[in-house]
């Protein structure tokens, strides 16, 4: 029996959002760039609220570091590739969702195919990867859809949103201009100046020397954890429901948009809303420096000889 307005899976969603939301929510198609970290739980997320149609795309398999932060990291996933265990929990919550999977990831070929009829696009592709992002911003302007970016930073997570008619697009955010060639922006890489606007105070920014690259060191994986990923996941489908709702009149305030990005601190039991770019990142990074400087910061084990050390299992 299909679902309706009026089915038990959404009848304790009644009382904060009205039976048109409800509609609305349940007419959306949402597709999501990447689901190893913020996209899966987030999908999860959208999935319980009501949406049942989504494009899913990531080319990776889960593997056992992924345990620490997503649901769908498990012992039976590992080797299995993220999007499939993705369609499987979505069917498990509504066993009539439809849930078409991309898992090449999005591609030049099948950019097109991967977001028709979508309402939202959540790009969650790897942050190293901002062709990727690129790509999937270019094809939103194209079907005129709004481009959800959803990170997360520590006990901490950030969140904005492209509109298709603002001139503050994806590229210019990342530091592009809308013509640059995705092979170029390849090339470039990523600047975590731009796209992180808000370093927590309490960082341990050896943590971050080592993203970055230390002492000849390759760059280490960008860390990540439940908190984060899971405040990453409710203040993202918050934005989605702002977004997939917007046509229905009840009195809801706007989705934030770009160069605005809101973040929300567990740690530090704070929210804010705030304009990206390297100044706003300078300032809460030369907080987290001072406060490291006076011995303030908690250390947090992740050295380029931690990481050498943990590897060949050497550990103080």
């Known amino acids: 029996m299909s679902r309706t307005i009026s089915s038990a899976e959404f009848s304790r969603n009644y009382g904060f959002w009205s039976e048109d939301e409800q509609r609305a929510l349940m007419a959306s198609r949402v597709a999501i760039a990447g689901v190893g970290g913020d996209g899966f739980q987030l999908g999860l997320k959208l999935a319980r609220m009501g949406v049942a149609r989504f494009s899913i795309a990531d080319p990776e398999a889960f593997e056992p570091e992924n345990v620490n932060r997503v649901e769908g990291a498990t012992a039976s996933s590992f080797g299995r590739n993220k999007a499939e265990i993705f369609r499987e929990r979505v069917l498990d919550v509504n066993p009539e969702a439809s849930v078409e999977i991309f898992p090449d990831g999005v591609t030049v070929d099948n950019v097109e195919q991967f977001m028709h009829g979508s309402s939202l696009v959540l790009d969650e592709s790897e942050l190293t990867r901002p062709e990727i992002g690129t790509l999937v911003a270019r094809r939103a302007r194209a079907q005129g859809i709004p481009d959800l970016l959803v990170m997360n930073v520590g006990f901490a997570a950030q969140v904005t949103s492209f509109s298709p008619a603002s001139p503050w697009t994806f590229e210019r955010f990342m530091g592009f201009s809308p013509e640059t060639p995705l092979d170029e922006i390849a090339d ?25 690259g230390e002492q000849g060191a390759p760059p280490a994986p960008l860390p990540s954890v439940s908190v984060g990923v899971d405040l990453a996941s409710a203040i993202g489908s918050t934005q989605a429901f702002l977004h997939l709702t917007a046509g229905v009149a009840n009195h809801r305030r706007a989705p934030v948009w770009a160069p605005r990005v809101a973040y929300t601190d567990a740690y530090r039991l704070r929210t804010r809303v705030l304009r990206a770019g390297k100044r706003t990142r300078l300032r809460h990074l030369l907080l987290a420096a001072g406060r490291q400087r006076l011995g303030l910061n908690p250390l947090a084990s992740y050295t380029a000889s931690d990481i050498a050390g943990r590897s060949t299992g050497v550990t103080a």
């Open 188 to 212: 470039a890489g990523v600047d975590l100046a731009r796209c992180l606007p808000y370093i927590p105070a309490y960082t341990d920014l050896r943590s971050l020397r080592s993203v970055l």
